[in-house]
């Protein structure tokens, strides 16, 4: 028999980025917000460390402090190799709508922070509860609860599902993984190395399974972040369009880039600290629909990382923010009633609208590149012209005016409006 833990006007079951944000929205809405996470803080995570522009946009957008006396390390940009031996930078562009700068910091502290401020605004947070199954109204079908591992049951009339890559919430419901949107995996370790006080992000465009020009070029991309404190983060992402997806031992790729990197670097088992970790990284809308029967998808349970950089956490603070506002507007209009549905239903129409054609976009790129021969052709002929690296960079990062901006913004911004949602 469950035991009734609390009733409140949302639940939100995952408190990272995604659930944290979603929960601190609502809290400003002055809604009651339950926020369950399963494990304790602090804890770890594979990706996320470096956070560019449009994940600080949102940081600021929340009200948190950015400051590196608040603990953050900047940086300034991009740092690119691929195609030949000196590396491509790229600023982080002047914008309007954007600052000019990214972020650092590790993943325990950054998901811990955000948690917290969520507490801070009014959320309630509950560590250790273990979400299994959702509590369904029996004639609606609707979901009105969660119970967890240890039997407590928490009720809400809606329910936001930041659970991650596991999605376990919205499989229960039956909202099922799409096959035809990209994924990815992503391993990460930390080194120590002289390179850890960097003011750049550095990209690896061209990832080699063993000796660079003469082995397997893979769909994916390398990543060494800078975290100030004497260690560099350091990891790989590979996408489900290479032939070798799902065969490849990813350690061991890691372990052939990393053991071609310059010795002095540091890159080696010798300064390793702590353990390899891989997750999954859900592309493109790859779980739909973003809301239904009274569940909202945010963050990596909808698949919400960006197919052309594998950048999820801006996304899912993004998302976070339009489902929030659409779970304040539908509690204005009267949870239940057929205008309250309107309102839901407009978050996956805002979705579509911001973000869809964007990930289109990014769908058929990750094919492209699946192929190594056009991207054999993409860095060794892309990389040199500096302007079209230039508006490469913009569309991978994602970084350009909504209104105004220059002729490389109109252009992405273009074909992102002319391409159908994903």
Not at 127 to 132: D, E, M
Not at 245 to 255: E, P, Q, V
């Amino acid at each position: 028999m469950a035991n009734a833990a609390g009733e409140a006007d949302v639940i939100v079951v995952g408190a990272g980025p995604a659930g944290s944000t979603t929960a601190a929205y609502l809290a400003q809405h002055g809604l009651s917000v339950t926020l369950l996470e399963k494990s304790h803080f602090p804890r770890e995570k594979v990706c996320g460390d470096g956070l560019t522009p449009r994940a600080t946009r949102q940081l600021i957008r929340l009200g948190i402090d950015t400051s590196e006396e608040a603990g953050w390390l900047r940086n300034k940009g991009l740092r690119v190799y691929a195609g030949r031996k000196e590396p491509f930078h790229f600023e982080w562009p002047d914008l309007r709508d954007f600052p000019n700068y990214g972020l650092v910091r590790p993943r325990s502290d950054f998901d811990n922070l955000l948690a917290q401020h969520a507490v801070g605004l009014g959320a309630e947070l509950v560590q250790g509860a273990n979400v299994t199954e959702p509590v369904l109204d029996e004639r609606s079908g609707r979901i009105v609860g969660v119970t967890t591992k240890t039997g407590e049951t928490y009720r809400a009339p809606l329910v936001v599902a930041a659970d991650g890559n596991s999605a376990r919430l919205a499989i229960s419901m039956g909202v099922n993984k799409r096959d035809d949107r990209p994924m990815g995996v992503a391993v990460r370790t930390y080194y120590k190395t002289p390179r850890h006080d960097d003011d750049y992000l550095e990209s690896w465009l061209e990832l080699w399974d063993g000796e660079p020009d003469k082995s397997t070029l893979m769909p994916g991309y390398g990543w060494v972040f800078g975290m100030g404190d004497g260690t560099s983060n350091v990891g790989l992402g590979v996408l489900n369009t290479s032939k070798g997806f799902g065969k490849t031992d990813y350690r061991a790729l890691l372990k052939r880039w990393l053991d071609h990197t310059p010795e002095e670097w540091g890159f080696r088992d010798e300064n390793r600290v702590g353990t390899v970790q891989g997750a999954a990284l859900p592309m493109g809308f790859n779980r739909q629909p973003h809301y239904g029967r009274g569940l909202l998808l945010v963050g990596d349970s909808g698949g919400m990382v960006s197919p052309f950089n594998g950048e999820g956490i801006a996304y899912a603070m993004e998302a976070a923010e339009y489902a929030a506002a659409a779970i304040a507007d539908a509690h204005a209009r009267g949870i239940g009633t057929k205008e309250a549905e309107r309102a839901l239903q407009g978050y996956p129409v805002q979705l579509r609208a911001e973000l869809g054609g964007f990930y289109r976009l990014g769908n058929i790129f990750v094919h492209l590149i699946g192929n190594p021969t056009i991207m054999k052709l993409c860095t060794r002929y892309g990389l040199p012209r500096k302007t079209l690296m230039q508006l490469v960079m913009k569309l991978l990062a994602n970084l350009t005016d909504a209104h105004e901006g220059d002729w490389m913004d109109r252009l992405i911004n273009m074909l992102a409006k002319a391409a159908p949602s994903a």
